[in-house]
């Protein structure tokens, strides 16, 4: 936190904007928090507000490198700590029989040194040079309760103990960046180790900002018809009609596709038509009718 445009949440806010997120006041809050205070941020909330992205771009506002740790279920800790390369390891124990070397204990001991240690992304992070690097573990409601139980001494103390070496601390304390689509609850334990903030949709001058930014070819016309027409989605009685609304992404993939399109005006047949770019699931794409559509355009038209 020594650089100029992080000395203070304004700051951040137009450092954030520089590289193209658009962070509210209360996310910037607790981004800077986190930074200040060293903490890692748990950041939850549906799918496509910004949660990933927010961690891209604290890697080109830090100039850190970022360090992804994508959660599925299954992930096991080999996967996400370290592992040996049992290939090279059995070569030197080989190479050590071949000469005849009889002192095997010492043997052991040779294959468990540095360079026979696969680094996966946490102990990446951990030992990563000055400045140190931002660590996204992606997804974490995805993996299982005995990973989450894994984390809590990364969370809690920035290091990690590895049976064959010992314990391994953070050359340089990696900013911490944890996000849920919560799709489960997560452990009261994870979450008292981390800051914590609900990433909720946009409000519409937020995501205009964000439409305009990340499509610069779209028309000033265009981008506010993207952002009034995906705003009235998300609200109600018409939010009811969908499995799930589209996020910022599913904004922004509809603006750049309009523009493919040369489109000028958004009318029900063009929704209809690129439907599919709004919504991922069948029953959402069918319930997005032209007769809806055209309900949801009726204000936009109203206001020109």
């Not at 996310?27 to 507000?49: D, I, M, S, W, Y």
């Not at 204990?105 to 040079?129: K, N």
């Not at 920035?158 to 960046?177: K, L, N």
Request: charged share 25%; with cysteine.
């Amino acid at each position: 936190m020594t650089a100029p445009a992080l000395s203070s949440i304004d700051a951040l806010v137009l450092a954030l904007q520089s590289v193209g997120y658009f962070a509210d006041r209360r996310l910037a809050t607790a981004v800077f928090l986190a930074l200040k205070l060293q903490r890692p941020l748990l950041l939850e909330g549906e799918p496509g507000v910004g949660k990933t992205a927010l961690a891209k771009a604290l890697g080109e506002v830090l100039e850190r490198s970022l360090i992804r740790l994508q959660c599925y279920d299954g992930l096991e800790q080999r996967e996400a700590l370290y592992e040996w390369n049992y290939a090279a390891q059995l070569l030197h124990m080989r190479a050590a029989e071949g000469k005849g070397t009889a002192d095997m204990a010492q043997v052991e001991r040779e294959v468990y040194q540095d360079r026979y240690l696969i680094r996966r992304p946490l102990l990446q992070a951990l030992q990563a040079p000055e400045p140190g690097a931002v660590l996204l573990i992606d997804e974490v409601d995805r993996a299982d309760e005995p990973f989450e139980a894994f984390l809590l001494e990364y969370l809690g103390e920035y290091q990690v103990s590895i049976p064959e070496i010992g314990t391994v601390r953070a050359t340089a304390t990696p900013v911490t960046i944890l996000t849920s689509n919560r799709t489960r609850d997560l452990h009261d334990a994870v979450k008292r180790r981390c800051l914590y903030h609900w990433l909720d949709y946009p409000e519409r001058e937020r995501e205009l900002a964000i439409v305009r930014a990340q499509v610069p070819d779209a028309s000033a016309a265009l981008a506010v018809q993207v952002a009034d027409f995906v705003g009235r989605l998300r609200s109600q009685p018409f939010a009811n009609a969908f499995q799930r609304a589209p996020g910022i992404a599913e904004s922004v993939e509809w603006a750049k596709a309009l523009v493919a399109l040369d489109t000028i005006v958004v009318d029900p047949e063009v929704v209809s038509d690129t439907a599919g770019i709004l919504f991922k699931q069948r029953e959402d794409v069918a319930a997005l009718t032209r007769d809806m559509a055209a309900q949801l355009l009726q204000p936009a038209e109203a206001d020109a």
